[in-house]
């Protein structure tokens, strides 16, 4: 599981501030977003925009897989599952 196939990659304003996107395991899409905070959190630095967030969770994504595997563990939402900070660890 550790080359996850992030997909419909797209900010999300209805879900909140951040990014939205989805995962395909074991053919069932699971639903995640990550909020703005997270990824500022994660870079230790303000995302100032839409397009430096998107940068970022491009820049961010070996620890975006990491954080979805972390929270699997835990079990997701059928609807979206947030990840958050402590999932990046």
């Known amino acids: 599981?550790?080359?996850?196939?992030?997909?419909?990659?797209?900010?999300?304003?209805?879900?909140?501030?951040?990014?939205?996107f989805t995962v395909?395991?074991?053919g069932?899409?699971?639903?995640?977003?990550?909020?703005?905070?997270?990824?500022?959190?994660?870079?230790?630095?303000l995302l100032a925009d839409n397009h430096d967030m998107l940068a970022s969770f491009e820049r961010q994504?070996?620890?975006?897989q990491h954080a979805i595997v972390n929270v699997l563990k835990f079990g997701t939402s059928h609807n979206v599952t947030f990840l958050k900070t402590a999932f990046f660890r």
């Open 28 to 45: 069932t899409a699971h639903r995640f977003f990550v909020s703005r905070e997270t990824l500022g959190d994660v870079e230790r630095t």
């Open 61 to 64: 994504h070996d620890k975006v």
């Open 24 to 26: 395909d395991i074991r």
């Open 1 to 20: 599981m550790n080359d996850l196939a992030l997909e419909n990659i797209r900010i999300d304003p209805e879900i909140g501030d951040g990014i939205s």
